[in-house]
């Protein structure tokens, strides 16, 4: 029988036993249950300085280069880094209800027409995925399916296929812990014996994780180290457009955003996102804003849109959504102290359009015109679009990409742009297509918008 010990996620100490505070650090709740690891076989008498395994030098390490596979869904494809991996881990996390199940079962279907498929379900049975199938007008025939929850029972399965799908890790558990499934040691320990089988035999796992209420994904985080690739499913579950972006990739960028729509057929990617990230109405009221946005090898234009309402309270109110609401703060009082706008009695709330979430600086001259916006009352043409890096100085700073966020606005139809000055010289091919304004300051900015 194998034998078992609890361990300190935080200090790692070790106990026979449950306990609910760690007698080492003081922590609550933090001894998980892990397997004992069995005592090493004693050595042969021999060289005392012999080695497993001998080091090679780098020039003699031969490059394998590794084919990727079409997952049959092109935004899917993107956000993998042009497309599959062989003998990946690739962890997809979501909302229940989301679309992630729809999204594997449309991938293994498509993959199962030239390769060996297993779709290992063990939270629904195998009729359940084949109503699925039949919803979605997908051709099943070649989709081997297995309702199991024992990963060791279907080990032998899992050998004898390319890819396999699991849904979910945490309804899936090993016999060599007694704790439940979906426990922070059978989570870890799963997650382990199928980076060893993807490892060995090439076979590679896309894998169904569930989130907790916070929005991170449930169980240790050893969980996301281990895996290759961890897709993140954004967006409520009222609305069709759903967003797949990358937090891990190490075949690819971690910045790359994928769009999806939700219908009664199945998943299907968006290429267009003018209709998503950007209102018809744009231009007409006060307190919106354009900006390009680069997100790995692509660019979108996104609108951003501001509120104001005069403070009920003493403290005024600050809320954001797709912008780190610290930031927003810190642009709040460069707009105050470097302008000289009033915003200390009104209520202030941002948003991003879509749903999608704009980590890059370049976005803080695009906020900085849509709260000026609103503050004067006096909206922006729809055919402008703004961005550059704000400091604490009032000064506009260069982004990345700047030529690539410029040509994205002139595919879009944008007439006008206003960018930071340095980035002007790496533009210039586009003046006689394109007005650019360069600025340096964020009073320059406002200056040239009204």
């Known amino acids: 029988?194998?034998?078992?010990?609890?361990?300190?996620?935080?200090?790692?100490?070790?106990?026979?036993?449950?306990?609910?505070?760690?007698?080492?650090?003081?922590?609550?709740?933090?001894?998980?249950?892990?397997p004992v690891a069995p005592a090493a076989p004693k050595k042969s008498a021999g060289p005392a300085f012999?080695?497993?395994?001998?080091?090679?030098?780098?020039?003699?390490?031969?490059?394998?280069?590794t084919p990727r596979v079409s997952s049959g869904i092109r935004e899917l494809d993107i956000v993998l880094g042009g497309g599959i991996v062989r003998g990946s881990l690739v962890l997809v996390g979501g909302d229940p209800g989301i679309g992630k199940s729809t999204l594997l079962t449309q991938v293994a279907a498509h993959l199962a027409k030239e390769h060996r498929v297993l779709y290992l379900s063990a939270e629904e049975s195998c009729g359940q995925v084949k109503l699925r199938c039949d919803r979605l007008g997908l051709n099943s025939d070649n989709l081997l399916l297995l309702n199991e929850t024992n990963i060791d029972l279907a080990e032998e399965a899992f050998c004898e296929a390319e890819y396999v799908v699991i849904d979910s890790i945490q309804a899936v558990y090993t016999e060599a812990l007694s704790s439940a499934a979906g426990s922070v040691g059978q989570v870890r320990e799963c997650a382990a014996k199928l980076m060893r089988l993807a490892k060995s035999r090439g076979i590679t796992f896309f894998i169904v994780g569930h989130v907790t209420k916070e929005g991170t994904l449930a169980g240790p985080k050893v969980l996301e180290h281990i895996m290759d690739t961890v897709l993140y499913f954004e967006g409520e579950r009222t609305e069709n457009f759903k967003i797949l972006?990358?937090?891990?990739?190490?075949?690819?960028?971690?910045?790359?955003?994928?769009?999806?729509?939700?219908?009664?057929?199945?998943i299907f990617g968006v290429s267009d996102y003018s209709s998503l990230f950007l209102s018809d109405a744009r231009g007409e009221a006060a307190g919106a804003a354009v900006t390009p946005s680069e997100t790995?090898?692509?660019?979108?234009?996104?609108?951003?849109?501001?509120l104001m309402a005069k403070t009920s309270y003493g403290l005024p109110r600050r809320m954001s959504l797709g912008i780190d609401p610290s930031r927003m703060i810190v642009l709040i009082a460069v707009l105050e102290k470097r302008c000289g706008l009033p915003l200390g009695t009104q209520d202030i709330y941002l948003n991003a359009m879509g749903g999608i979430k704009l980590n890059e600086p370049s976005a803080d001259l695009a906020v900085l015109a849509a709260l000026a916006s609103a503050e004067r009352m006096a909206p922006i043409g729809k055919a402008v679009a703004v961005f550059g890096e704000v400091g604490l100085t009032g000064e506009v700073r260069g982004v990345n990409f700047a030529d690539k966020r410029v040509n994205e606005c002139l595919k879009m139809g944008f007439r006008r742009v206003i960018l930071p000055s340095k980035n002007l010289k790496a533009c210039e091919?586009?003046?006689?297509?394109?007005?650019?304004?360069?600025?340096?300051?964020?009073?320059?900015m406002i200056k040239a918008l009204f």
């Open 1 to 34: 029988m194998n034998k078992t010990q609890f361990v300190c996620n935080e200090c790692g100490y070790t106990s026979a036993k449950w306990l609910g505070r760690c007698p080492d650090c003081g922590k609550f709740n933090t001894l998980v249950e892990e």
């Open 50 to 65: 012999r080695l497993s395994s001998r080091p090679i030098p780098l020039s003699q390490v031969t490059f394998e280069k």
């Open 245 to 266: 972006r990358a937090v891990k990739n190490r075949f690819g960028s971690v910045q790359e955003v994928g769009v999806f729509e939700m219908t009664g057929e199945g």
């Open 296 to 306: 790995g090898n692509r660019c979108m234009m996104v609108e951003i849109q501001t």
């Open 429 to 444: 091919k586009f003046k006689d297509k394109i007005e650019l304004v360069p600025v340096s300051y964020v009073s320059q």
